[in-house]
């Protein structure tokens, strides 16, 4: 009988919170199987069992916290030793089959391998033949199966003729993963959104954010019927709104209590301690951010950024590492030291952090070394970013160690705020919305992209000339993005 104890993931953190089994008592388990997620203040957690065997305990239920060194769970190893103690002799040969057949699988668990087209397994290699043979070798696969037995790989290259071959060879099984890399890079991969104008034009009509629509059209398009599904969904959930208020006399029968666990526990914890430890002050700043649109849209239609979500947060996020290294101080941390006095750590790098709105919170993971990024490659640590926050699949180290933090509440409509800081930082900007408005140009009148950048600092380590100045500079960059190709 092994006990397993909750260990530190490597956060500092002293407890976690159980949020789901994977296993149950009875169940079998294997050696770096995921048996628990669990939720500590700053990301969710898989952890992988040690032992193999079966799972006689959980010690905790889910939603229940657990400190560092309390059990998880107990798993009785007895049954899995038990078919080690063979006797050698006559039934030495069986035992060595049975050794052969299962030493691929226990390899490929634990080897790093590729993804595909690896291993003895053939099953990749007979599932590819989809299409009719004689076909040029790039064709995409067919949605109907060839009936009866299947063609053999040789075969790909010449009519079918019925040949059979004498071993599979990779080469459907690479083809085929190949056609089906393509359709998925358009559609799910590339995180693009596809729709017909007119289906746009009635989402633009409607408010509906189409990202937020999964397509059912061909290549994932989002079709007019998607549309009309997701409209009705929504409105069926507006309609349930009324439903919120409870009737009654007794207030204290009408209120809902949530236990402050998680994300949501440390968020409170470091804001508290932010607002009260760091004096803040906040200037604002209008910035015409056309060219930035036009930039962007620039971007969207090169080849080089084929396929890599672009947006003015890109740009802003550029602005933001430029101007840092123009005015060093906003990244920098103030520290106390144990033995009296403070210092001032100013620090030559760039984890930037992006503050990320997830249904467990709010989160602010960071790029690592974003300075050392070129415009492309900042796109794509963007994406990967959202991505992994929306899913609650952010890694503790990634919210360690930040240095700047952008947060765009633009993204909700709003123009501009009052950010706190980050704590272990000195300057957080705000990213408010884009809109047009009438903005004066050489003593015209014209239409403009205006946005408003809201920056928050830590007055004791940046000043009023320094927070200005810095911000200047960010819109420098968001009113000329050209500036950065110098």
Known sequence: MSTFKLPDVGEGLTEADIASWKVQPGDTV????????????????????????????????????VEVGQPLFSVDEIGQEAPAPQEPGVESAPVADVADNSA?????????????????????????????????AGSPAGPEPVPTVAPSPAARNRPATGTPAAAPQP??????????????????????????????????????????????GLRGEITREDLISYQGQREAEQDQAPTFW??????????????????????????VESASNAPHVSIFVDVDASRTMEFTQRLKKSRDFEGIK???????????????????????????????????????????????????????????????????ELAVALNDLAVTAREGKTKPEDMRGGSL??????????????????PGEVAIVAFG?????PWVVSGEVIPRWITTLGGSFDHRVVDGDLSARFMADVAAIMEEPALLLD
Do not use: C
């Open 310 to 376: 672009v947006s003015p947060l890109l740009i802003l996020a550029k602005a933001v590492i430029w101007a840092a290294a123009r005015n060093p101080s906003v990244n920098a941390s103030w520290v106390d030291r144990p033995e009296g006095g403070a210092e001032i750590h100013v620090k030559h790098y760039m984890n930037l952090g992006i503050a990320a709105a997830t249904p467990r919170g709010l989160l602010v993971p960071n790029i690592k070394d974003a300075q050392d990024l070129s415009l492309k």
């Open 104 to 136: 691929p699988t226990a390899a490929e668990e634990k080897a790093p391998g590729p993804l595909v087209g690896s291993g003895p397994k053939a099953d990749p290699v007979r599932r590819r033949p989809r299409t009719q043979r004689g076909t040029p």
């Open 30 to 65: 294997e050696i770096n199987q995921v048996f628990v997620e669990i939720e500590t203040a700053k990301s969710l957690v898989e952890l992988p069992s040690p032992y193999a065997g079966v799972v006689t305990e959980l010690h905790a239920a889910e939603g229940q916290t």
């Open 246 to 271: 409870m009737p009654g006399s007794v207030d204290e029968d009408r209120v809902t209590r949530e236990p402050v666990r998680g994300v949501r526990k440390a968020t409170a914890k470091a804001m």
């Open 433 to 437: 919305t884009i809109r047009q408005k």
């Open 405 to 422: 933090t952008v947060t765009n509440i633009g993204a909700l409509g709003i123009d501009t705020g009052t950010p706190i800081i980050n």
């Open 171 to 216: 080469t459907p099984a690479t083809t085929g993963n190949r056609a089906v890399a393509a359709r998925q890079s358009v559609s799910q991969l590339l995180d693009r959104v596809l729709a017909k104008p007119p289906v746009r034009k009635i989402a633009k009509e409607l408010g509906i954010d189409l990202a937020k629509i999964s397509g059912t």
